[in-house]
């Protein structure tokens, strides 16, 4: 855990179900990310940012998964939307990372319309699970491109025409319906949005049109996504196989195993952290070819970039199979939700369901 100071963990940790409670980061928690840069990871130094590159990111995203998965989960989706930044016209780029507490979330699914009008677009749409929604400054949204008359563009290749959109918090209406039984306190909440209209440079189209002169913006955004979140699920099952290992051993009934019993746990259990051990270390080797050949070649080859999908697609199913595989040894106390083994299970495998890593 070299990312953190005792003091954050101890802080984070001893918040977490307070956040729980709350539906979304304590306050408390949200004034350390302000402090370390979390939201704002990827921010270029042009724009006052730490300008941190994709393999540190990497790593501190899977050791505050270690921590706390709200909290990781909430810094690795409102970062990504920042790495934006690359993109963004150099003035509002300029303009919207002056705010200390900046922090953007969104959705990276196609929710809305954005049509042509005064020069700027009119926006409108709805957009689910944008995680810190509570607590963002900025909102992201990919809107079908149309026409002042409402039709919608395509491209020369007769696909619908797709840009991605800067919009304001006082500018989208948040929708309460965060309801899951994991990483509650992400609040990743739905928004919509009605007759907005923006002027042109909130535009952008990621990996295109880099408009900073800082390396890793052309990285692909597929290989990005797929490798932030799938550390989320490595930190959150590194967590619990060590909170399983505390549970086995000091639940009221442990005397009542034989020595056989208690041999067979302890190879489960080192056969658990084998496996996660063993599957993060291919996968960061995968990446880390990556991004060398990216640095240094310009461009990364498509049979690398199919290995770092493959790998982390098969880190965060083995995150998973590893923790189900575990969890009945740690008794009722793994089914307690006010417990930490609880809520490291329940966000592990709420953090499970997107889709990106479904296959």
Same mark, same amino acid.
């Given at each position: 855990?070299? /990312?953190?100071?005792?003091?954050?963990?101890?802080?984070?940790?001893?918040?977490?179900?307070?956040?729980?409670?709350? *539906?979304?980061?304590?306050?408390?928690?949200?004034?350390?990310?302000?402090?370390?840069?979390?939201?704002?990871?990827?921010?270029?130094?042009?724009?006052? *940012?730490?300008?941190?590159?994709?393999?540190?990111?990497? %790593?501190?995203?899977?050791?505050?998964?270690?921590?706390?998965?709200?909290?990781?989960?909430?810094?690795?989706?409102? #970062?990504?939307?920042?790495?934006?930044?690359?993109? +963004?016209?150099?003035?509002?780029?300029?303009?919207?990372?002056?705010?200390?507490?900046?922090?953007?979330?969104?959705?990276?699914?196609?929710? *809305?319309?954005?049509?042509?009008?005064?020069?700027?677009?009119?926006?409108?749409?709805?957009?689910?699970?944008?995680?810190?929604?509570?607590?963002?400054?900025?909102?992201?949204?990919?809107?079908?491109?149309?026409?002042?008359?409402?039709?919608?563009?395509?491209?020369?290749?007769?696909?619908?025409?797709?840009?991605?959109?800067?919009?304001?918090?006082?500018?989208?209406?948040?929708?309460?319906?965060?309801?899951?039984?994991?990483?509650?306190? @992400?609040?990743?909440?739905?928004?919509?949005?009605?007759?907005?209209?923006?002027?042109?440079? %909130?535009?952008?189209?990621?990996?295109?049109?880099?408009?900073?002169?800082?390396?890793?913006?052309?990285?692909?955004?597929? /290989?990005?996504?797929?490798?932030?979140?799938?550390?989320?699920?490595?930190?959150?099952?590194?967590?619990?196989?060590? +909170?399983?290992?505390?549970?086995?051993?000091?639940?009221?009934?442990?005397?009542?195993?034989?020595?056989?019993?208690?041999?067979?746990?302890?190879?489960?259990?080192?056969?658990?952290?084998? @496996?996660? #051990?063993?599957?993060?270390?291919?996968?960061?080797?995968?990446?880390?070819?990556?991004?060398?050949?990216? +640095?240094?070649?310009?461009?990364?080859?498509?049979?690398?970039?199919?290995?770092?999908?493959?790998? #982390?697609?098969?880190?965060?199913?083995?995150?998973?199979?590893?923790?189900?595989?575990?969890?009945?040894?740690?008794?009722?106390?793994?089914?307690?939700?006010?417990?930490? +083994?609880?809520?490291?299970?329940?966000?592990?495998?709420?953090?499970? /369901?997107?889709?990106?890593?479904?296959?």
């Amino acid at each position: 855990m070299e /990312q953190f100071t005792q003091t954050w963990q101890e802080a984070i940790l001893a918040l977490a179900p307070q956040s729980e409670a709350l *539906g979304e980061l304590h306050p408390d928690i949200l004034e350390i990310a302000y402090e370390q840069e979390w939201f704002k990871l990827y921010v270029p130094q042009a724009y006052g *940012g730490p300008g941190k590159k994709l393999p540190e990111i990497l %790593r501190i995203e899977e050791d505050l998964a270690y921590v706390d998965g709200s909290t990781a989960w909430t810094v690795t989706l409102c #970062s990504g939307a920042a790495w934006f930044a690359g993109f +963004l016209d150099p003035t509002l780029a300029a303009e919207i990372f002056t705010n200390r507490k900046v922090c953007f979330a969104g959705s990276g699914a196609v929710g *809305g319309t954005a049509q042509k009008a005064n020069g700027g677009y009119r926006i409108n749409g709805h957009w689910k699970y944008a995680s810190g929604a509570l607590h963002a400054t900025i909102f992201t949204a990919n809107c079908l491109l149309q026409d002042e008359q409402g039709n919608d563009l395509f491209d020369e290749d007769e696909n619908p025409i797709i840009k991605s959109f800067i919009l304001k918090r006082d500018e989208v209406e948040i929708l309460s319906g965060w309801s899951y039984f994991g990483l509650v306190a @992400t609040g990743s909440h739905a928004f919509d949005v009605h007759d907005i209209e923006v002027p042109a440079n %909130r535009s952008f189209k990621i990996n295109t049109e880099i408009k900073v002169a800082d390396e890793g913006f052309n990285y692909p955004f597929l /290989q990005l996504a797929e490798t932030t979140l799938a550390v989320n699920s490595l930190g959150m099952a590194r967590r619990f196989v060590d +909170l399983v290992g505390d549970s086995f051993f000091n639940r009221s009934g442990f005397k009542r195993y034989s020595p056989e019993q208690v041999t067979y746990f302890e190879q489960e259990l080192a056969k658990g952290k084998h @496996t996660l #051990s063993t599957i993060r270390e291919h996968f960061y080797e995968a990446f880390d070819v990556s991004w060398h050949q990216l +640095l240094n070649e310009g461009k990364i080859a498509e049979e690398v970039l199919k290995e770092v999908s493959r790998l #982390s697609r098969e880190l965060a199913h083995q995150s998973r199979i590893v923790v189900d595989a575990l969890y009945p040894y740690a008794g009722l106390e793994a089914a307690k939700r006010e417990t930490e +083994l609880n809520r490291v299970w329940r966000d592990l495998h709420t953090a499970s /369901q997107h889709a990106l890593l479904t296959f």
